[in-house]
């Protein structure tokens, strides 16, 4: 649940602990999950998809040192992908490969994967939009690299929501709330 007091199968998970990004570093809370891009990588067990609209807000930084840096995959369905957030894809449908986004210092993506309708917004400004086709987005996906476990990221994460309906017309009002706690 909200209150994290009850599983709801809605969390990604890494048994192996020497793969887990870190949340913690020489005693300190980092207040995110750091991933080192080489092997640390969470994938979520769910079984089902998404269909559209879906709605997406994270907050990221990334060092881009990796070429090839992962930050939400699903395989052939990727949602987001590509090196430091450049390349946004929805169940293998480019939307937009030439976006630049900073490569130190926290961003905050806001994404709404809607057909024809498509928008991408760093910082609270636009930065793509257009048609990614009518696909869906497999529930089963990795946070931090590829889902066959390749191509990990070098990037921290602060704030990943996915919603299943079109955020919108509420886009600003979340950016807002998000942008209150991370300045």
Not at 18 to 40: C, H, M, R, W, Y
Not at 101 to 120: E, I, K, Q, R, Y
Not at 132 to 150: E, Q, V
């Amino acid at each position: 649940t909200q209150a994290g007091d009850t599983a709801t199968g809605n969390h990604a998970t890494q048994a192996t602990a020497a793969s887990q990004p870190k949340i913690v570093s020489a005693g300190s809370l980092l207040n995110e999950l750091d991933f080192d891009g080489t092997d640390d990588i969470l994938k979520t067990s769910e079984s089902s998809t998404f269909s559209q609209p879906v709605s997406l807000f994270h907050v990221f930084n990334s060092s881009a040192s990796v070429t090839s840096d992962y930050q939400l995959n699903a395989g052939n369905s990727s949602m987001l992908s590509g090196s430091d957030g450049s390349i946004f894809y929805f169940a293998g449908t480019l939307l937009n490969s030439t976006i630049d986004f900073p490569t130190s210092g926290d961003t905050l993506h806001s994404v709404v994967f809607n057909g024809a309708s498509s928008t991408v917004h760093a910082d609270g400004t636009s930065v793509a939009s257009g048609d990614i086709g009518s696909g869906s987005f497999s529930k089963t996906f990795a946070i931090g690299g590829r889902t066959n476990d390749s191509q990990f990221s070098d990037m921290s994460f602060k704030e990943i929501i996915i919603y299943d309906t079109d955020q919108t017309d509420n886009r600003t009002a979340i950016e807002a709330n998000i942008g209150e706690v991370y300045s």
